[in-house]
């Protein structure tokens, strides 16, 4: 196989003249441009990239740590990274953790080691503590607040999006409010929101109104059927859409109102209210955070989706 000293041989010019062909410097005249391109093709020559990279100091390729790799929000997300990667020419890995702490940090280990030129973590287990202090290796932004850590991130108005909905449902007269989470409230903010906000608003926290470790359609069935068994049930407030169109496999909208998260597929073919907190829009703001060289905050506003 070619490499770049045969290419010099075989055109009479330096190795450099060379390289300044490969990375398109703009200081080669025309004439040893075309002569050199033309040998590359004949010997069907094709560029290091890992090399080329180090030249550069760039490789143009980012890594984004995501919980699970079949769930709706991480697909969401992630196609509003890629949708702005794709812009700018960047390329894309994905990094499934399952919440696993240890993974996570051989994640960011790869980081310092200069896999990629940078890291969107969309959500974790491991503390903004350890984050920040891989910050010294390559930008990393954070699709949650990251409070007074020095962390760029993107956060989401989870905390106003409950408020605003529980004291809208309870000026309607509802009094009976059946909620889903996923993650406890030790290993998720989210839950530990919606949580609160169902609290101090409802004026109580029945657990027989509250289902578990709801992240799937199948899991909504499950809820479903629980919720199916409480007779003075007005609404069920999930933390997904898909989770809502499992429940509503045992559930009739005719006598209880089922809400859901995120404005997917599903929540319009079925036609049930939700609320849609923009985390595609919350993927694409991230990128471009991680190309800024500051360290930034920006927050997405959330709408409610209405349908009857």
């Known amino acids: 196989m070619a490499n770049i000293r045969d290419i010099a041989k075989l055109s009479g010019y330096s190795v450099t003249t060379v ?6 410097h703009p200081y080669v005249s025309e004439e040893k441009r075309a002569k050199i391109l033309t040998i590359m093709h ?11 990279d180090l030249s550069k100091g760039k490789s143009k390729h980012i890594a984004v740590m995501i919980p699970y790799a079949n769930h709706p929000y991480s697909d969401k997300i992630v196609s509003g990274i890629l949708t702005a990667a794709f812009e700018d020419g960047y390329k894309v890995t994905l990094l499934p953790t399952n919440y696993d702490p240890e993974v996570e940090k051989h994640y960011l280990d790869e980081l310092a080691a200069q896999a990629w030129d940078g890291m969107i973590i969309t959500s974790k287990k491991v503390s903004f503590e350890m984050i920040a202090g ?3 290796y390559a930008p990393i932004v954070c699709c949650e607040d990251t409070g007074e850590f020095p962390i760029s991130c993107v956060s989401i108005k989870r905390e106003k999006s409950y408020v605003d909905l529980f004291t809208e449902l309870k000026s ?7 909620l889903t989470v996923g993650r406890t409230e030790k290993e998720s903010a989210s839950t530990g929101l919606v949580l609160q906000a169902y609290s101090d608003i409802i004026g109580y926290l029945d657990k027989s109104m509250i289902v578990r470790n709801c992240r799937s ?8 059927s629980h919720f199916s068994m409480l007779p003075d049930l007005e609404v069920i407030v999930t933390n997904g859409d898909d989770v809502a169109a499992g429940i509503l496999q045992h559930i009739s909208q005719d006598h209880v109102l089922v809400i859901g998260e995120e404005n997917l597929l599903s929540s319009r073919l079925l036609n049930f209210s939700t609320i849609d907190h923009h ?13 800024d060289k500051k360290i930034s905050t920006k927050t997405i506003p959330y709408t409610f989706i209405e349908r009857t």
Do not use: M, T
Not at 172 to 178: A, D, L, P, Q, T
Not at 279 to 291: N, P, R, S, T, V
């Open 19 to 24: 390289s300044r062909v490969l990375n398109n």
């Open 42 to 52: 004949e010997l069907d020559y094709i560029p290091n990239a890992k090399a080329r």
């Open 279 to 291: 985390i595609d829009q919350c993927g694409e703001a991230a990128f471009h955070l991680l190309l």
């Open 172 to 178: 309607r007269g509802y009094n009976h409010i059946g």
């Open 217 to 224: 359609y199948e899991d909504g069935i499950n809820a479903g």
């Open 134 to 136: 891989y910050l010294k």
